[in-house]
Each structure stands twice: as C-alpha cells, then as structure tokens.
C-alpha cells in the first residue's frame, strides 16, 4: 500500500493508495472505533454496487453503522439535501462522537464533508472516493460545500477528513465519460507543476484502455498533498489549483450542473486559460498548442452554440474575486502556474470563442 501524508499540524492525515483497499477498511479504521456511530453518506447505486458489503465488514467488525443517501448528480449538493442529512443524523441518534463515511465521487465527498463540518459543529469524517475526479482532487484538501442558483460552492467550507482511502479498482464500475472528466483534472496537475508528468499523461493518452491509473493517481496525489500542505485554506499557491476552474466552473453554471461534467468543463477551461496565458505573453505559442492537443486527445462532449456574454455573469460570481478583482491562473510554461489580476472581461469573452 502507498500511504502519502499530508501534513498540516494537528489536522494531518493519510491519504491511502491500493488496489482492493476497500475491503481493508474496517481492519484500518478498527482502532479509531471507540463504539460511536458510524455514518455511510451515498448514493443507492453505490451502496448496491459497494455500500452495503463496506457496511457488513464493518458491522462485523463491531462497528454501529447506517447510511444515508443522496441523490445522483449536483442536485445532491443543495441546501434542502444538506438540510435532510443533519434531519437524518438527528434521528439516528447521532452526537458529536459519531463519525461519516464518505462513499462516491466529488458531489458526495462535498455535501457529506460540508453536513460534517456543521453537524455539532464538527464531527469527524473520512473520504473514500469512487471517481477518478474524487480520487484526484476533490477528496484531498479538506474543501466542501454545496451549490446555489447563484454559482457553485459558494456555501461552504475547509473542514480536513481524517484520511482518505483511494481504491484504483473502483474505476472498473464507472462510465468512460466518468474516467474523461477525471482524466481533465489529472492533466492541470501536469499542466501547473510537473512537466514531465504532464507529458506522460499527453503520451498515455494515445491509448487510454492502457493507461497507467494506479500510478498516475499517485502522483496526481502527491502534487495536491504537497500544495494543500503548503497552503491549506489558498492564501497563495493553492490558488493554481484552479486553473481552467473560473471559465470551468461558469461553463456548468450556464449549461446546467450534471449535464456538462466538471472534469469536462475544467478541460474546456483550461484551453481558454491557456490561450488567456498566451495572450498575455506568459505562455509561448508551442506549449499553448501542446495543452491544447493534450486536451483535444480527451473525447469532450462538443458544445452547442453559446452566447459568450451569458457566460461573464456567471465568472464574476466566482469566489477567487476579490474587491471586484478575479485572481485568474495563468501558465507561465507548461508545468509552471501562477495568478493575475490582469485578465479583462474582453480577454475571457475571446477567449470562449476558442472553443465554440
């Protein structure tokens, strides 16, 4: 088993990396059962597909364990379904020694995180992600939140879990578009701070039934380990993890959460950052026709004809703006990120033109 530690004082934690991990979950987390309620947040079809065996090893393990699910997709991470998970947990009796297992991808690890961080004012909980997305990103960092009409996360909070648990082999139960959008997030980390890394994920992109996850996942691991320890609530370098997030995150707004997913609207981000960056005069014209390809390779869903001024609204309301100003990710080269207050609202509004 690869263990990566991500170091933060009082609040670090183990990221475990293996395949068939799963099943070694109760037998880790045995020491930490002090006889407390132990919640599994999920969705039904993962409980059917991995849900209810984690329970049974669990339950006998001696482990007081139920469930609660939510609904497929970011509708799960609203505030009415926010509101019935802390329903719930109060009818199940649990307190401020009850702990919650988060079982699914990225909508699940942020709505479940989020009911943790505010149930009795902070309960523990632990990440085991069933997406590569998840697997990648958005289980390590401590980030949660949920969705409003106005934009997404922007309820929320840094709330640490107590580990993470990554099991390669749940990749086998997931749709190909699920494995693409996680596949979008794995390119940034190359994209931002390794290039030879990013350059072995272009190669291993030639032939995607071959790719080397396990280990594309490890490192994909360590990279956002590494900044989340150096800047745990994104002062300073944690922001270039989001690049190609701004335009990401307001393409999803405007076409609908659930019917662009995030991974694809971040690789479509990321093209338009990168042009941004080349405009700029921080990028040169090779590395921007590198990303750009590397992404192409991606089958990205095409996009229907948009009006790219119905996109800005939805960029201004992006949390990294500050007093009117967005701090914007742009490359420097290829494995070489940082932030600007320089991008206008002509240089985004061109920049969507790339990708129509």
């Known amino acids: 088993m690869n263990i990566i530690n991500l170091n933060l004082g009082d609040r670090s934690y183990p990221i475990h990396i293996a395949s068939g991990l799963l099943d070694q979950i109760s037998s880790i987390l045995s020491e930490k059962n002090r006889g407390q309620k132990w919640i599994i947040i999920s969705q039904y079809r993962l409980m059917e597909l991995f849900g209810f065996d984690l ?63 505010t149930f009795m004012r902070g309960v523990d909980y632990y990440q085991i992600p069933t997406t590569l997305l998840a697997m990648v990103d958005s289980a390590i960092g401590g980030k949660t939140g949920i969705n409003i009409a106005e934009g997404k996360n922007l309820v929320g909070a840094i709330y640490q879990p107590k580990a993470v648990f990554v099991d390669p082999t749940l990749l086998k139960s997931l749709p190909k578009e699920e494995v693409i959008s996680g596949l979008g997030e794995i390119i940034k980390y190359g994209a931002i701070k390794d290039k030879e890394f990013f350059n072995e994920i272009s190669n291993g992109l030639e032939n995607i039934e071959s790719f080397p996850f396990e280990n594309i996942i490890y490192r994909a691991c360590e990279i956002k380990a590494d900044i989340v320890t150096q800047d745990e609530r994104e002062g300073s370098i944690r922001r270039i993890l989001n690049f190609g997030h701004t335009i990401g995150h307001a393409l999803e707004a405007h076409f609908g959460y659930g019917k662009l997913r995030h991974g694809e609207a971040v690789s479509y981000g990321m093209i338009c950052a990168g042009w941004i960056s080349n405009q700029l005069g921080h990028l040169s014209n090779n590395d921007y026709q590198r990303l750009k390809k590397t992404i192409e390779k991606l089958p990205l869903p095409m996009l229907n004809n948009f009006d790219q001024n119905k996109i800005l609204p939805f960029v201004k309301n992006d949390k990294k703006t500050v007093s009117g100003k967005l701090n914007f990710v742009i490359l420097d080269t290829l494995g070489s990120a940082t932030t600007t207050k320089d991008v206008s609202d002509e240089l985004i509004l061109n920049s969507l033109k790339v990708i129509q």
């Open 55 to 117: 329970m049974g090893r669990l339950k006998s393990s001696g482990f007081t364990t139920d469930f609660i699910t939510v609904p497929v997709g970011e509708a799960a991470k609203s505030i009415n379904e926010f509101s019935r998970i802390i329903s719930q947990m109060i009818e199940m009796n649990c307190d401020r020694s009850t702990s919650i297992l988060a079982l699914g991808g990225g909508v699940v690890g942020d709505v479940a995180g989020f009911a943790a961080s």
